[in-house]
């Protein structure tokens, strides 16, 4: 019922912003997709039957956009038959609900913009706070033009929309301002904080900067961020991450190669750990890294099959090589490699004095059927080293996914 009361109450607004003005203009857009996946992860180390995993599901989403002047009032529904509704396999989402909905208007007398609304909340990596919908947040913004080389983006979201008492204090609070030092290079200093306030909650304070520049043919994207805080467990949290991202273009050939550091915990200090925590408590959703097996949104070829992430590492570091080739204007073949590596070995008990998760190679293409109907494959395998691995057990076996995504846009 709550969830229907926001959805009717975004729509209200919706209408609000754009009935005085008949010269609005109205468009209707969306996409339907089904996808399916099969995968084997080998999460145990054991190639048996207790890992592999099958998922089929279907989403429609129609988004509802309306322009008056220097209004932008957005809809977005998101339907999804559940496994209840007999469709899905695996996990199930939703059944219906709001995906987004955002008002965006103009501050009088200046270049600012606010922005609120259930939309993405991010930071200029994209990726600390990301656009795949994991913050995709009730929140507020202010963003634009301070003045020619300076940009202010400024937000604060609520991180859960459970209105229970143990989530009803969790927030994100974020402001960055951008410098265009010259024509090639913008760095972009900010701070943020993510907090839930109830009893036994988290405190996490980040203070990053982002530089966006290029190099010759080659376009660079760089973040170094610094972390300390309060986690749940009543352990200060003491991190760091490095990211950097390059990728250049040779005629219809798209190279890029990337760079993740995130500290891990040695386990030297009691009271004290040192693993990078994305915002929200936990960080083990973050999905860096990879196209199947730990997917990115922002892959070209990704699928979003999310089986092994870096959140479940102590720490990482992962180098990546990747290519896109565009064989025609309907066709790009893709691939790459992927090594991954814990920043300390794992603190369990028993396991093995070893860094190395894994080598990852995927392969995959996008074709393009229709002007509105695209269709994605893609499938991998990992290489698994021996972070991880019990001093009494023997090799870890190796896991696999395979992944599809067919979209028809209207």
């Known amino acids: 019922m709550r969830k229907l009361l926001l959805a009717l109450f975004a729509l209200a607004l919706v209408v609000t912003f754009v009935a005085p003005s008949y010269a609005a203009d109205f468009k209707y857009s969306g996409f339907y997709r089904v996808r399916g996946s099969s995968e084997n992860v080998n999460a145990d180390g054991d190639d048996d039957a207790d890992d592999k995993r099958n998922y089929l599901d279907a989403l ?67 990726e600390i706070y990301d ?23 400024a937000f604060m979201t609520s991180t859960n929309e459970d209105p229970s008492p143990a989530n009803d204090d969790r927030k994100d609070y974020y402001v960055g301002v951008g410098i265009k030092v010259n024509p090639t290079l913008t760095v972009t200093p900010w701070v943020a904080n993510s907090r839930n306030a109830a009893e036994g909650g988290y405190d996490y304070s980040f203070l990053g900067l982002h530089a966006k520049t290029k190099v010759g043919i080659l376009n660079v994207n760089g973040s170094i961020v610094i972390q300390e805080g309060d986690l749940s467990s009543g352990d200060e949290l003491s991190g760091w991450a490095v990211l950097v991202r390059t990728s250049t273009s040779l005629g219809k050939l798209k190279l890029s190669g990337n760079l993740t550091m995130l500290s891990g915990n040695d386990g030297t200090k009691a009271g004290e750990d040192g693993r990078f925590r994305t915002p929200q408590e936990g960080g083990s959703g973050w999905f860096f890294g990879g196209h199947i097996m730990t997917s990115r949104r922002w892959t070209t070829l990704g699928n979003g099959i999310r089986s092994v992430h870096l959140g479940a590492l102590n720490g990482a570091t992962v180098i990546e090589g990747l290519a896109d080739f565009k064989v025609s204007k309907t066709l790009t073949l893709g691939g790459g490699v992927s090594l ?27 074709w393009k059927i229709h002007s509105n109907l695209e269709l994605r494959g893609v499938g991998a395998v990992m290489l698994r080293g021996d972070y991880g691995r019990g001093v009494d057990e023997g090799e870890i076996d190796d896991g696999w996914a395979v992944g599809w995504t067919l979209r028809h846009i209207f």
Do not use: C
């Open 340 to 366: 991954y590596n814990a920043a300390e070995p794992s603190l369990a008990a028993d396991t093995m004095d070893a860094k190395e998760f894994g080598t990852e190679l995927n392969a995959g293409f996008k």
């Open 131 to 153: 656009s795949g919908g994991r913050h995709r947040e009730p929140g507020i913004a202010i963003y634009g033009k301070l003045s020619k080389n300076l940009s202010l983006s």
């Open 60 to 126: 429609i989403r129609p988004r509802f956009t309306a322009k008056s002047g220097a209004v932008t009032a957005v809809y977005e529904l998101d339907f999804a038959p559940g496994a209840n509704d007999g469709f899905a396999v695996g996990a199930g989402r939703q059944t219906v609900g709001t995906n987004r909905w955002v008002l965006d208007f103009a501050v009088p007398g200046s270049a600012l913009r606010i922005r609120m609304g259930r939309t993405d909340y991010v930071s200029p990596d994209k």
